[in-house]
């Protein structure tokens, strides 16, 4: 068996193992970006989305205030992500969706369809 080889097979699986591969998602009402990142193993996830090229993609995003999530829930600054994570960039909602509620109740309306009667 060639040596050679198999030091560069051993240097490729050490190398893949401190290594993660992520999603970094975004989306407006308009469109839909998700990237590939590759990072380090113990890279935080806004260290991630600093190293992603969606913020070229999106420049009004504020990398060092947006709220992160993987895979839909919120996370943690000290989460510690996992190879294949999808780390998710969440938009400031525009109207907090318990006054939306209250405010549709006051007026006798519901969010959604109609219950039947």
């Known amino acids: 068996m060639d040596h050679v080889a198999l030091i560069e097979d051993a240097e490729k699986i ?3 193992e401190h290594t993660l591969t992520l999603e970094v998602a975004y989306a407006t ?3 839909q970006e998700i990237v590939l990142v590759n990072v ?3 890279t935080t996830a806004r260290e991630a989305v600093r190293q992603s090229p969606i913020k070229h993609e999106f420049p009004e995003i504020d990398v060092e205030s947006v709220k992160l999530g993987v895979f839909g829930k919120l996370i943690a600054e000290n989460y510690e992500l996992h190879n ?13 969706p318990k006054e939306v509620r209250r405010r549709l109740a006051a007026e006798g309306k519901t969010l959604g369809k109609k219950k039947p009667v």
């Open 14 to 16: 050490t190398s893949e």
């Open 29 to 31: 009402p308009d469109k």
């Open 40 to 42: 380090p193993v113990g």
């Open 84 to 96: 294949g994570d999808r780390i998710e960039l969440y938009r400031p909602l525009l109207a907090d």
